[in-house]
């Protein structure tokens, strides 16, 4: 409300508090990573930094999902689940079916199947508020058990890491120096950026969760846009679970655990709102790139993982009232 | 959290009196309240008029102490105040109503007016909520007042007037000196203003000091005694009620503002309607409504609040259920169609809640105008600030929308405004029939004036629309042929320049001509 008069009273005498005010994450983040080049050792290494960007880019493609659908007023707790499935599939299609389709062409129909399933769970998901008005919550905390115990039935508990030559190149690989998953990360970053901004589907998602009735009444279809984004984040973490595996070198039901955490973590941490309506998808870069320097950080300066857990809790509450805060200084 | 009750002191001697001294309120550079200076005598209703954004809800939020005074002296019984929280407010004897209902429509009325302090007692070493004691105490406070409501009846089951009453009762249980009523009869129809005005009297005749916000002239004749004039944040004067005009009080509010008058009507083409309803019913809100809307024609639908007028346009748009009838809509049957239909087909819809259902809050005012239209503005599917510019302009130039940055969420605009913003968000479809739900509710007579020519401008360009309002004064003025809605059937039809206001009143009121 007070917007105006705000940027125009800070206008001349306090630019840098509202620089500070405008970009709290960024500025955060900022200063982080100049403390941990400071501080833990190796940090800035070539090495490590890939390593990072790595290690982000698994997290970041299923979190660029997640804005649009916590945007759209909607949650997805099955993201760690689906992922293990969806590598757990990949194995599967090849191990059992490299005579039918060879060894790529079964690995190929194994992420295509993955694909079409991932998107197809999240967009019932969606629908099933439409039809059986089951909170998304409920749903999706369902699927996290029963994803998971899927993923198991397929490798029948055991990891499965029949893939092909070269396969490892996809999650563990480098290309002109960089690894692999970081391109499908900043494609992805790219696609949500847009598809947010600049299409109508993107601005549907934000008047749907901004004010679902008001959203209904402009004559949008609210439901198709709430199962479209789920879906979409299905298929996303269809692809981070295929990376993984590949990383990992096996499909197995075990990996991807509390995944679903850093995810969410990630996207609060970005600004984005849990009542919906707000966030951008720049943000959960920054929310992504926070968690995983922070958690590389630790490692690098040996602070036991037990520890790691406690200041990751610590820093989504953190992130949450710093956002309050603002939302009231603004 | 307990609110504590007024200090006996006050309770005796001069009670109820007001003074503000150079009460000054900024956000930012934007001066929201200047130097008021006044003194409200006590024991007195004193309306408070001014239009939207002259600084009324300020001084509102001022007294209820949501917000601080930037400088100046509030002082209650000759006692200088500092209110920094609504308890410090309570504390001082200072209770407010709000125009939103603050009411838990699952619990009872007489949980609603305790709450948040309920009647305790101890039961084998436990403190238990005494029901028995509250309901007494809640029956004892609503039979003072002079009402028959059962305090243990959910407040879900009142009327939007009852509801309206028991908010005063329960802000009387604080036992106040001063009452706050922040347009107490926006949502009420005009039996239950009556009822309203009774429990005003009552309280003035104890005493109690009492400021009445609200945009409707014809009350302030009948219920205060003061009229406090307020426009851009300053004070413009203070008159007795009895020695004063309905037009003198406009030219405080307004200055010298000009008034809009009501273009002669047309005769119309009523070869083929482009809506035909008929027997359209929705159990529990109406049945067996039939009727045809013409290209060019404001059709206007009058009736108590609970007619059924705004379940009918809902129902017609498709937000709500039907459960018989036929939409015909271009001679095409569009019954049981969903609002993205409707909206296809070419019907646009301004919600009565406009801040709750009609706009997203969040968004910016930009955003807001182009929602129902992102797909003509969109180039298969892909949009930009680029494209929706022209959209975002024209509206705000044609319907005279006062926005600063259009970008800025549509929550800092004033009330007559954001229903500008609704509008423009369905003209930018060009829609060949709208459906205005109180249009001009809570919003102020400029904006009201404005709003009136922007859908008589549009009719005059074969628009067709239904006209819907509480204030049948408007439905005179706006529509080129009435409906009469009593009980959720159409009981007449009528034409506007062959009635008067008390005909249509008793219409409205018994169902038939009396």
């Known amino acids: 409300m007070t917007l105006v008069s705000q940027t125009t009273e800070a206008g001349g005498q306090n630019t840098p508090l509202k620089f500070l005010k405008t970009y709290p994450m960024e500025i955060i983040l900022a200063a982080l990573v100049i403390f941990l080049i400071l501080v833990a050792p190796g940090f800035a290494s070539t090495g490590n930094v890939l390593n990072v960007l790595r290690t982000v880019s698994m ?139 600049y299409t109508s589907f993107g601005r549907e998602v934000y008047a749907v969760g901004g004010n679902m009735e008001a959203a209904r009444l402009s004559g949008i279809d609210i439901w198709k846009v709430k199962a479209l984004t789920l879906g979409l984040t299905g298929a996303l973490t269809a692809v981070s679970g295929t990376l993984i595996a590949s990383q990992i070198g096996a499909g197995t039901g075990t990996t991807a655990t509390g995944m679903e955490l850093d995810v969410i973590a990630a996207v609060i ?62 | 959290m307990s609110y504590p009750q007024p200090r006996s002191a006050a309770l005796q001697g001069v009670q109820g009196r007001l003074d503000f001294r150079t009460v000054t309120k900024r956000y930012g550079p934007t001066v929201a309240l200047s130097e008021f200076t006044h ?72 949980e609603n007016i305790f709450l948040g302090r309920l009647p305790h007692r101890r039961r084998a070493g436990f403190s238990v909520v005494d029901w028995a004691g509250l309901h007494r105490r809640a029956g004892e406070l609503l039979a003072d007042m002079g009402l028959a409501i ?36 926006s949502a009420l129809a005009s039996r239950e203003v009556k009822q309203l005005f009774a429990l005003i009297e009552r309280l003035r005749a104890r005493g109690v000091t009492m400021i009445y916000i609200t945009h409707r002239m014809s009350e302030l004749f009948e219920i205060a005694d003061t009229c406090t004039v307020i426009r851009d944040g300053h004070y413009i004067g203070s008159v007795a009620m009895k020695e004063t005009t309905p037009s003198a009080i406009v030219g405080m509010m307004f200055g010298d503002a000009a008034r809009a008058t009501r273009p002669p009507r047309r005769t119309l083409d009523r070869a083929k309607p482009v809506l035909e309803v008929r027997n359209l019913s929705r159990a529990g809100h109406f049945q067996d409504v039939s009727f045809d809307l013409y290209p060019g024609e404001i059709l206007g639908i009058a ?30 049957d569009m ?63 044609d319907l005279h929308i006062k926005c ?33 739900d109180e249009p001009s509710r809570g919003v102020d007579v400029q904006a009201k004036r404005q709003i009136f020519d922007i859908i008589w401008q549009q009719a005059a360009d074969g628009l067709a629309s239904l006209f819907v309002s509480t204030e049948l004064e408007e439905v005179l003025e706006v529509a080129d042929r009435i409906l009469v809605m009593h009980h959720g059937a159409v009981v007449a039809e009528v034409d506007p320049t062959k009635t008067d206001l008390t005909e249509l009143y008793g219409l409205c009121m018994e169902g038939a001509k009396q």
């Not at chain 2, 954001?418 to 509008?423: L, S, T």
Request: hydrophobic fraction near 45%; aromatic fraction near 10%.
């Open chain 1, 59 to 197: 997290l970041g493609i299923i979190a660029f999902g997640m804005t649009a659908v916590i945007i759209s007023g909607e949650i997805d707790l099955s993201v760690g689940a689906g992922a293990a499935l969806a590598g757990c599939i990949v194995a599967w299609f090849a191990d059992r079916f490299a005579g039918v389709f060879g060894d790529w062409g079964a690995v190929t129909v194994g992420f295509g199947v993955a694909l079409l399933l991932g998107f197809t769970l999240g967009y019932l998901t969606g629908r099933f508020r439409q039809w059986f008005n089951v909170p998304t919550f409920i749903t999706t905390l369902a699927l996290f058990a029963a994803l998971r115990g899927v993923a198991n039935l397929i490798t029948g508990g055991f990891p499965m890491s029949s893939f092909p030559l070269g396969f490892d190149f996809l999650g563990g690989g480098y290309l002109f120096g960089i690894p692999f998953p970081v391109y499908i990360f900043a494609l992805t970053f790219a696609g949500m950026h847009f598809l947010m901004k």
């Open chain 1, 269 to 330: 941490i970005g600004g984005t709102s849990l009542f919906g309506g707000k966030g951008r998808i720049w943000g959960t870069l920054i929310g992504v790139l926070f968690l995983g320097c922070i958690s590389n950080g630790m490692t690098l300066m040996n602070v036991s993982e037990y520890w790691q857990y406690v200041v990751r809790g610590g820093i989504i509450l953190g992130a949450v009232l710093l956002n309050q805060v603002l939302e009231r200084v603004r």
């Open chain 2, 39 to 110: 003194s409200f005598a006590p024991g007195q209703v004193h309306a408070l008029m001014g239009k939207n954004g002259s600084g009324k809800s300020t001084l509102v939020k001022l007294l209820a102490g949501v917000t601080e005074p930037t400088s100046g002296t509030i002082s209650v019984n000759g006692e200088d105040r500092h209110f920094t929280s609504p308890h410090d407010a309570f504390a001082a004897g200072i209770v407010t109503v709000h125009q939103e209902l603050s009411l838990v429509p699952e619990l009872s009325v007489g």
């Open chain 2, 150 to 185: 059962d305090s243990r009846q959910p407040v879900s089951a009142l009327s939007v007037g009852q509801q309206q009453v028991v908010e005063i009762v329960k802000a009387m249980s604080f036992n106040p000196s001063i009452l706050l009523l922040d347009e107490p009869t």
């Open chain 2, 303 to 332: 009736g108590l609040l609970g007619a059924g007028r705004t379940e009918l346009m809902r129902a017609i748009f498709g937000a709500d259920r039907i459960d018989g009838g036929s939409v015909t809509f271009d001679g095409r």
């Open chain 2, 335 to 397: 019954t049981g169609a969903s609002p993205r239909d409707m909206r296809k087909a070419g019907l646009g819809y301004t919600p009565e809640n406009r801040k709750e259902v009609g706009l997203v809050q969040s968004l910016s005012t930009a955003d807001n105008l182009c929602m129902a239209s992102l797909g003509p503005i969109s180039r298969n599917g892909f949009i930009s600030r680029r494209r929706e510019q022209p959209h975002v302009r024209r509206q705000i130039a």
């Open chain 2, 404 to 436: 600063g940055d259009p970008e800025l969420p549509v929550s800092s605009l004033s009330g007559g405004n954001q229903q500008k913003v609704v509008i423009g968000k369905w003209l930018n479809r060009q829609p060949s029939v709208m459906f205005f």
